[in-house]
């Protein structure tokens, strides 16, 4: 089992970055495939960006694509998500999730582990 722990949210001017981290506890982090997801109020959970377990592989919304930057750390069982020229329409929860395999997908029911998310706020 995987408990995943997000960090890294808050309030931040359009234009801003932030990083967003995923602590995963366990021995078995690198067994993992991990994604970014985001939901936001009245809307469908949706994909931000993912990482094959040996992070060799990366995948993005296309909304995305040139400012985020997904990126792990394996010695120490962590995911990052870099966000910059963030936009007002990125304001939203933002999930990590763990999936067994080495590949990562961009679907939501693919992942297995959740965290219990981290608010992200962009003001215009």
């Known amino acids: 089992q995987v408990q995943l722990v997000e960090s890294g949210g808050g309030l931040v001017q359009a234009g801003g970055s932030l990083r967003l981290s995923c602590a995963a506890s366990?021995?078995?982090?690198?067994?993992?495939?991990m994604g970014w997801f985001r939901q936001a109020p009245g809307k469908e959970r949706e994909f931000v960006a993912a990482i094959s377990r040996n992070g060799g592989g990366t995948y993005y919304l296309d909304s995305v694509k040139g400012r985020f930057t997904i990126s792990r750390d394996n010695a120490n069982n962590t995911v990052y998500l870099q966000m910059d020229s963030l936009k007002p329409e990125d304001t939203a929860v933002y999930y990590c999730?763990?999936?067994?395999?080495?590949?990562?997908?961009?679907?939501?029911?693919?992942?297995?582990?959740w965290g219990q998310g981290t608010q992200v706020t962009v003001s215009s």
């Open positions: 999730g763990a999936r067994y395999s080495p590949w990562a997908t961009i679907i939501s029911h693919d992942y297995n582990y």
């Open positions: 366990g021995r078995t982090f690198s067994s993992y495939a």
